[in-house]
């Protein structure tokens, strides 16, 4: 059954129901009424007719029977004497032969009432005019018939009824009003409560499923409305509180560091995404305990730690599962409001770490490529000091000159590095066609290429003789890695220069015919003091290389969007290949 339904039936039935009371209360009040009127105006006609009596009474028993048929003509009831033992001697509605057969009324309770000189009232069926009477007897006395006693006067309660009836429709007519208003009233109130009580849950149903845009908004001031503004404060309440858990959701989401929350029964709260990563977890750990989740037993017993209300200071450590990372593990006790657990934040320090030993290592390497040259020119230096002979001198300055050229070179390498490295070197962006690029740089080495009877072959693609860059970079970056290519080819060989496009991309690829690059080296020959053959560099028979060539280079090309590899040939020799946005 619908609320509405119910509702109306309820306000209905006690509509009805008071309507009822109100109508039985009311008919049984006015028959109460007109019966006390019609029974006050009995015993005053009663009395009156007891007193006329008394003052010129009748002579005869006859007169008397007589005289109660005036009085009954008069006052529209039946009227009788009775003696003071109760025999009837007159009466209005019987013949004096009849008066013979009545009984004695000696019994009857109003006449016994009136016998004992006061004012009798009852009403009963009469067997004699067979219908419901109302009786009242007075007292009477008359001079002449000392025997007479109780003046009664009878009068049949048809009449009365008849009166009530009115009453009773009257009520009725009353009833049907008060139950057509009730009816109306009670089906007007519950369409307008069960219409609010259909939007809030309606609204209700909509904040359900998460459409906050209509909150129920009810203009009135009662329980309902209460209802209503509550719903509607409870929602934005919540969706505040859902949007301020979202942010934090976004902002954990969004740090590198990770972050765990465990409440004081060591049940994760909160992993954000970086500390999933971290700690390799693919299950959802929300609200299991941390042992099950983190399976490193160091970052476990820093949680335990600060769940027993202890800080823990950064203390750095190797996660089994991420092998060659380091991570920076610090954890405290919690405490908001009636919330406690602890909170552990992982940081990922392996490229921090990796930085701090590739710096260490340019520093070591920096000083190692110095000293070398350094202590060979202060050995010769000191012979010179000596004294040698001029050839020897000769031969020594030439030596002292080529290291400090060396050393020259590693500087100006370094300083160019440095440079790259601080951001320093500006790019320029302009359409340089490749075939003029490649001739100025070998017409930077055409030198050497010369002296060691080399070729080199250009192999430019139709759609491949332009590249937007930076002619300088790209003429250095070019540069040096030809003059690799002609430093390790051998004698009367041929490099090629071969330049070919790809999509959006644009190759050069350099390619000799010299030894190669070990496989294993590959990778790494881009990475700055990185020389194959150590010894040779060591022994001073390097091919005047610093070992910071390529990776000038690769900053060099980096700086255009693109990337350089080394790769071997088929056969033999190296092939660098740079690859440029075209
Ligand atoms: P360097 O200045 O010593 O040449 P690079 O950075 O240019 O330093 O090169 C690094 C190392 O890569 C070299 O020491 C060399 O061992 C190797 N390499 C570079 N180019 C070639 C090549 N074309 N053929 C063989 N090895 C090469």
């Known amino acids: 059954m619908s609320f509405r339904t119910r509702l109306f039936l309820t306000s209905l039935a006690a509509a009805v129901a008071a309507v009822l009371a109100a109508t039985l209360l009311l008919s049984w009040s006015v028959r109460r009424s007109v019966i006390d009127r019609v029974e006050r105006g009995l015993v005053t006609q009663a009395r009156l007719a007891s007193e006329l ?3 010129q009474g009748p002579a005869s028993p006859e007169q008397l029977d007589a005289e109660a048929d005036a009085l009954s003509r008069l006052g529209a009831s039946r009227v009788t004497f009775i003696t003071t033992d109760g025999r009837v001697i007159g009466d209005s509605d019987l013949t004096p032969g009849e008066l013979q057969t009545i009984d004695n009324h000696a019994n009857r309770p109003e006449v016994q009432q009136a016998l004992a000189g006061e004012v009798g009232v009852a009403r009963r069926y009469s067997a004699t005019v067979r219908t419901d009477m109302l009786y009242v007897a007075v007292p009477v006395r008359s001079p002449q018939l000392p025997d007479l006693g109780v003046l009664r006067l009878a009068l049949p309660l048809v009449e009365l009824q008849d009166q009530l009836a009115v009453v009773w429709n009257v009520a009725l007519a009353g009833l049907l009003v008060g139950l057509a208003t009730a009816l109306a009233l ?9 219409r609010r009580m259909r939007t809030i849950a309606e609204t209700a149903q909509r904040y359900a499923s998460g459409d906050f845009s209509r909150p129920a908004n009810d203009p009135g001031d009662d329980e309902i409305a209460v209802v209503a503004r509550v719903l509607d ?4 309440e919540l969706g505040l509180r859902a949007a301020d858990r979202a942010l934090i959701e976004a902002i954990l989401g969004g740090m590198v560091e990770g972050v765990l929350v465990v409440n004081e029964y060591g049940r994760l709260q909160l992993v954000n995404a970086a500390a999933r990563r971290m700690l390799k977890v693919v299950e959802t750990p929300e609200d299991r305990h941390y042992l099950e989740i983190v399976r490193h037993p160091d970052i476990a017993a820093q949680i335990g730690y600060a769940l027993n209300g202890h800080a823990t200071e950064g203390r750095e450590l190797q996660l089994p599962l991420a092998p060659g990372s380091t991570f920076v593990a610090r954890s405290a006790p919690v405490a908001s409001g009636a919330t406690r657990g602890a909170v552990l934040v992982l940081h990922d320090i392996t490229s921090l770490r990796r930085a701090d030993q590739i710096r260490r290592d340019f520093v070591a390497n920096v000083s190692h490529e110095l000293r070398t040259p350094l202590t060979a020119v202060r050995g010769y230096v000191e012979a010179l000091a000596d004294g040698v002979d001029p050839e020897q001198s000769r031969r020594f300055l030439a030596t002292i000159t ?3 050229l060396r050393m020259e070179r590693l500087v100006r390498d370094l300083l160019r590095l440095a440079r790259l490295d601080a951001g320093q070197e500006l790019l320029e962006r302009i359409p340089c066609r490749v075939d003029a690029l490649l001739a100025g740089v070998e017409t930077d080495l055409v030198e050497i290429i010369e002296e060691r009877h080399l070729t080199v072959v250009r ?9 937007t860059g930076d002619p300088a970079k790209l003429h250095d970056a070019l540069r ?7 430093n390790y080819s051998p004698e009367g060989g041929t490099i090629r220069l071969i330049t070919r496009r790809d999509g959006d991309r644009l190759t050069i690829a350099v390619i000799d015919q010299g030894p190669g690059i070990p496989q294993s080296d590959l990778s790494r020959v881009f990475e700055r003091f990185y020389r194959v053959d150590k010894a040779r560099a060591r022994e001073g028979r390097d091919p005047g290389g610093t070992g910071l060539g390529l990776a000038i280079v690769r900053h060099l090309v980096e700086l255009h969007g693109g990337r350089v590899s080394a790769a071997n040939g088929r056969e033999r020799g190296a092939v660098m290949t740079v690859e440029l946005p075209a």
């Open 53 to 55: 009596l008394s003052r």
């Open 186 to 194: 009670s089906w007007l109130i519950s369409a307008v409560l069960a």
């Open 233 to 236: 404060e409870s929602v934005r």
């Open 402 to 404: 080529r290291h400090t």
């Open 459 to 467: 192999d430019i693609a139709r759609d491949a003789d332009v590249v």
């Open 480 to 486: 040096n890695l030809l003059e690799n290519a002609v």
